[in-house]
């Protein structure tokens, strides 16, 4: 199912000048640099800004998903739900507001950065220096939509693969370390006994 027919896009807020981030008060912002490469979701702690009379369509609360329109790579993160308070979407970042009766958002973020979808979204690329996902691309992006069931097995199943990448990246640090340690002894005792000779 093409993914204008599952939710509501739109292009986050684009910024009339320089932005300068306040020490406190104003308005949350999530911009390109708070959406990572993998597309873990963002947040909690976005810089504010002075940032009057902003439509709603700006804002997202949580359950959106927002993704990153340019350069590489062209990731998608779902928004926690609920955000202790709205947060402007600043451009070049998209807003993606799901049908949550069909899609969780979750589910969403994760089918747009798998490698055949991210794929697709490359042909459709503009630009050289600065590559640009058109919107009308994003807009036509088909995306397999199982029942909500199956969705939050696949988030959950993800989450877990995830996190077992990460344990066993841990894992292979840790043994280059001990193995380091365990040769360096090695090349120590054998340099004492040279010495002792």
Known sequence: MRLAELSDIHS????????????????????LRDVGASGEAPGPDFQRYDLDKLSDRYLVRGGEVVFRSRGEPNAAAAIPDPLPEPVVVIVPLVIIRPNRDRV???????????????????????????????????????????????????????????????LLRQLAARRETLVSAVLVDAAKAADQKEIAR
Not at 12 to 31: F, K, M, S, W
């Open 12 to 31: 986050g807020y684009t910024a009339r000048g320089r932005l300068d981030p306040l020490p406190e008060g104003g308005v949350p912002a999530l911009q």
């Open 104 to 166: 969780l958002p979750e589910y969403l973020a994760w089918a747009i950065n798998q490698p055949d979808a991210q794929r697709r979204l490359c042909a459709e690329a503009q630009g050289t220096s600065l590559r640009m996902i058109p919107m009308v691309a994003l807009e036509g992006l088909e995306i397999a939509v199982p029942d909500l069931l199956t969705q939050r097995r696949i988030i959950d199943l993800a989450a877990l693969a995830r996190q077992e990448g990460q």
